[in-house]
């Protein structure tokens, strides 16, 4: 602890870099904290989601099982009136489902609903966008979610379902067909999502990466769904998944668990943090983003107030400590001074006379005259008028010294009538002329308070005697006798 009280700026510096490795381990510990609460809030956003849009699409394929039993039933499929008719009941039931079909294994239409323009529509094997998902169909007992497309004859961006429909023997009868409407994106998005501005949900075909669904459908990104999502980009989320969690993809799509990336987004630039989950009924994958800058903000709201605090705080200890250290040096100027000075005339007293004397006799570089000014008669102004007025006449004798005194020469209160002025002159006539003009100063009366004292009471008896000598070999005689 003295080591600090004598180097308290070392404190400060010691006390400041403490609190910046704490304000540094808090900001840290912050960043931490709100990265994992973010990161399991949109981990449990991509379960909930996964598990709504699994549910939704089950119910989906419920609906394409009941038609198909009901198209089954009495061999109703076979008459195109009866399957019309059948189609239209579950339009009415179903809005969010623009037209029902049943499509032979051809690939051609076999019938439809009625607000369905029959001769518009294309064979399936032989049009790009369903080939592909039409024979995975035939030969699956599941629905299959085709690829999205904007239909040219229903006006809108439909996600197509599709289901094998099945006689006694097993053997495939037709395709069942179905749209969803993706206008607006919300009738898969449950409600968190829908009405959040932080968090957006796309799906992605695992099959052939061509997005299923993305969060904003209108016929501005119809071209988002006519390309698949390039392979390179593709196998660089792949690498990235394995960097950061040892595992390919192939094990996450398995086991149905949720991966979360922190990955700068291709087309915009900007990064965000994407959390995925692949639905393996329906072999997508469902992604859930938020902007990394949300994540910054929310850490730079807080982390502003922590840095203000510390600074703050840090200017505080800095005026602090800078008065601690005024203070300290005020009282060692202030015992300096004393142990230097003489109270009662503020002049230098005789032990700075010791402190200088080395340097004074030792450096001839700098000769210097002493005029030890020693006041006769002083003890009679102490005995007649009392010490008070005797201290009032040393401290008038003091003023008078330092008004004939220069900047740069030593004025000093040697003992009790005993004055000695070190002036930097050897020169024989500026010391005469010096020595008489502390005379005449001198030997002027002394008014103190209501006394008028007599010049002769001040008069210095060793000055005439200096003035009329060379100074240097008396002031050494002076010095030797003194010392």
Known sequence: ??????????????????????????????????????????????????????????????????????????????????????????????????????????????????????????????????????????????????????????????????KTIRDENNKVIGVLVAALKIDKGDTLFNQQLRDSKIYKMALFRGIDSYFQLLPNNTKKNIKLYQKPFPDLKVEKVKHVVKSNYGKNVDYYKKNEKVITLKIKKFDAG??????????????????IESPYSFMINMFYETFILILLVYIILSFIGFFVFKYIVNFEKQKRNELEYQANHDYLTHLHNRMYLSRIEYVLTKDQSKPFSLFFIDMDNFKSINDNYGHLIGDKVLQEISKRLKYISKTNDTLIRYSGDEFILIVNEINTDKINKLAQSILDSLSKTYFIDKYNLPAH??????????????????????LNQSY
């Open 1 to 162: 602890m003295t080591y600090f009280k004598e180097n308290i700026w070392k404190l400060f510096y010691v006390i400041a870099l403490l609190g910046f490795i704490t304000v540094s381990i808090i900001s840290y510990n912050l960043w931490d904290q709100i990265y994992s609460n973010t990161k399991l809030k949109q981990e449990n956003i991509t379960k909930i989601s996964a598990t709504s849009i699994n549910s939704l699409f089950t119910q989906y394929e419920m609906i394409v099982d009941i038609l198909g039993n009901e198209l089954l039933e009495n061999d109703n499929y076979k008459s195109k009136q009866i399957s019309t008719r059948i189609f239209d009941k579950f339009l009415k039931v179903h809005s969010d489902i623009p037209a029902f079909g049943l499509v032979g294994i051809d690939g051609n239409t076999l019938s439809h609903s009625s607000n369905v323009n029959g001769k518009k529509l294309k064979n399936l094997l032989e049009n790009k966008i369903t080939k592909d998902s039409f024979l995975q169909t035939l030969n699956s007992k599941s629905m299959v979610l085709g690829r999205s497309y904007y239909h040219e004859i229903l006006k809108t961006l439909v996600i197509p379902i599709r």
């Open 270 to 287: 900007k990064t965000y943090l994407f959390s995925f989950r692949y639905i393996k009924k329906y072999g997508l994958w469902i992604i």
């Open 457 to 478: 009471l001040a008069v210095p008896p060793m000055l005439p005697f200096l003035a009329k000598k060379p100074p240097i070999p008396i002031i050494h005689s002076i």
